[in-house]
């Protein structure tokens, strides 16, 4: 292919799942004409329902933060790391999205030294899960791109490149950075920006790549999304204020110039803290932590989106608040991903951390403000 990197999407395997499905709604509404007609009407409109045919999910969940406790807690006896637990409820949301993006805000590492804050280094099972759990693109560009320096990022890619996880933002070579990640599924071509204000005063290492929120650089990357014929044009902006729940002047003026270049959608992350989702300038300012060891009010959980791209009408973004468990189980913690929609399902959990999530979902429906919230 030439001048861009194509990503296959999850759709095939959906839309198995929907022939069936689809098949098995005729063979029961078309025992007559009118029954039959009637069928074909309201098959369309349940396929409409489950996939948008006219539309392309993208979902975007926030910060995937390794401090140690977590990296400890996923260590099995025999000196291994599953992280499948985890994402076990989160799961359903990104498997049935087309395309299901999240901020690695760390680096990768088969073998260690493992590390948690200031400069993270995880081990690889950590993207494994993710990719088991259905996340297809891994956001590279933020401020902790180059803590383990070179070895850092050319591992990470290396490790998300032999599991087919697509990766934006950081680069191991210069040409491929100026290529931009197009997200396909007929008739959509998604271009997929990411981009970070700082890489924490590091230098990105020599022939690397970390993209940032340089408007210059960027109106490039836009001009050559369209020239490869880009539908949308979608940013994943590693930006703000740390624990402030509202953007700050900064945030406002790179959105500002978004909307000015036609930038369809940008999504926010790095406050560590949700903040205010903006449907009609179809901007997410904040999507929080997804999962880390803080578990401060407004840390210990975040929100997630998902958003249907349309040909012809305006992007519609819906939110998904979620909550991290860290249960003590055998004498060891687990933390486990739990979204609005586990609220009902979760085993084991005492009333304490039950209110605990409740409060986080309210809280961080509350800071979305008026947004619908995901069905699955
Ligand atoms: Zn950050």
């Not at 022939?19 to 349940?46: E, I, N, T």
């Not at 179809?282 to 401060?296: E, T």
Request: proline share 5%; aromatic share 10%; charged share 20%.
């Amino acid at each position: 292919m030439s001048g861009g990197r194509y990503i296959q999407n999850k759709y095939k395997k959906m839309a198995a799942k929907i022939l069936l499905f689809g098949g098995l709604m005729l063979v029961g509404l078309g025992s007559c004409r009118d029954a039959g007609q009637r069928a074909s009407r309201r098959d369309s409109s349940v396929l409409d329902t489950v996939v948008g045919p006219a539309g392309l999910t993208l979902v975007f969940s926030g910060d995937i933060m390794q401090h140690l406790p977590q990296v400890n807690a996923a260590r099995q006896p025999d000196g291994t790391y599953d992280y499948s637990a985890c994402f076990r409820y989160i799961r359903p949301f990104w498997e049935y999205a087309d395309f299901a993006v999240v901020n690695l805000e760390t680096t990768l590492s088969y073998t260690g030294p493992y590390s948690g804050y200031p400069r993270f280094s995880s081990p690889a099972a950590l993207a494994v899960a993710l990719r088991d759990a259905g996340v297809d693109v891994v956001a590279l560009a933020n401020n902790h791109s180059c803590d383990r320096g070179e070895r850092g990022i050319r591992t990470t890619l290396r490790v998300a490149d032999s599991l087919g996880l697509q990766c934006v933002g950081a680069y191991a070579d210069s040409i491929q950075a100026t290529r931009p990640l197009i997200l396909e599924k007929k008739p959509f071509r998604v271009a997929l920006l990411n981009a970070t204000y700082s890489t924490n005063g590091l230098p990105v290492p020599q022939g690397m790549k970390v993209h940032m929120l340089d408007t210059l650089r960027m109106a490039r990357e836009v001009a050559a999304a369209r020239k490869q014929h880009a539908t949308h044009v979608v940013l994943f902006a590693h930006w703000g204020e740390e624990y402030q729940q509202q953007p700050h002047a900064a945030q406002r003026r790179v959105a500002d110039w978004c909307r000015r270049q036609g930038i369809d959608v940008v999504v926010g992350s790095h406050p560590h803290v949700a903040q205010p989702i903006d449907t009609a300038a179809r901007v997410v300012w904040s999507l929080g932590n997804f999962v880390s060891n803080q578990r401060k009010r407004y840390q210990d959980g975040g929100l997630n989106v998902r958003i249907r791209l349309f040909l012809h009408r305006p992007p519609r973004v819906e939110m998904l608040p979620h909550w991290v468990w860290k249960a003590a189980e055998e004498g060891r913690y687990r933390y486990y991903i739990l979204p609005a929609y586990a609220a009902g399902m979760v085993a084991g959990m005492d009333s304490a951390d039950h209110q605990t999530f409740l409060q986080s979902l309210d809280d961080n429906r509350t800071v979305a403000g008026a947004v619908d919230e995901v069905v699955l």
